[in-house]
């Protein structure tokens, strides 16, 4: 379970050089609510520059809020971030960041020690997992030559080795191909019946259509409207959740 409490990030970003320098400060996220419970998927849906990315980032203890919390099963992220730590698994897209030098095997392994799990333990989860994953054959390979799909494979068994309660998907399937990304939104459904609490941050409405439970449409910082494709649906009159959003922040561009 997540609870979002009036969560708040301003960034101070130093602009100008010498007398002319100045300190303007971004008001990235402003006092943001929601929850997702347990087996439901929460798309966070915004534009570029929203507030996604930072508000994911503050869920997961990267990134300390300016104001505000969030419960992460009853933990609070500022007072106990270790413990929430090991509660939470995240994926972003893009480039997904793994050692080049190191096989996939040993990859995974340094995020379970990172993560506190104990070496035979890691060891029964990564056999598990590369069965799963279907990636036995390039286990032991470094990762540095690996295509794009077998990176991401990587990414996920590396995200979920501590088995996390909560999963946040940052823009996951950003350039990715069509393959790939539903490898990721199988994923997805799979957390969600294995009852975890998800969050899934798009700017694509039809991904975020399709997989998600609610969607929380943020805009400029702040969460605007939260509910069910129907229910967003219904409320604006419109006959899609891109209709929905156009008509949300489309004017205040
Ligand atoms: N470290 C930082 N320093 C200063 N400003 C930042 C920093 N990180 C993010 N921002 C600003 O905060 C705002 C929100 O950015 P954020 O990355 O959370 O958006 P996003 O919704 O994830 O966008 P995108 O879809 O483009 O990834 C933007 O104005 C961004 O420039």
Redesign the pocket.
Known sequence: MIEVKKLS?I???VQGKGMKKSTKE?H??KEIEFSVKDGEVLG?L????????????MLATM?RPTAGTALINGVDIIKAPEQVRNQIGILFGGEVGLYDKLTARENIAYFGALNNMEKHEIDIRIEMLAKKLDMIDYLDRRTGKFSKGMKQKVSIARCIVHDPQVMLF??PTSGLDVTAARLIHDFIKECRDMGKAVIF?S?TMTEVEKLCDRIAI?HK?SVIVVGTALELKEKYQCETIEDVFIRLVGDGR
């Open positions: 990030k960034f101070k970003d971004i990235a996220v966070l915004g534009e570029n520059g929203a507030g996604k990315t930072t508000t994911l980032r990134l940052d823009e941050s700017h943020i910082g």
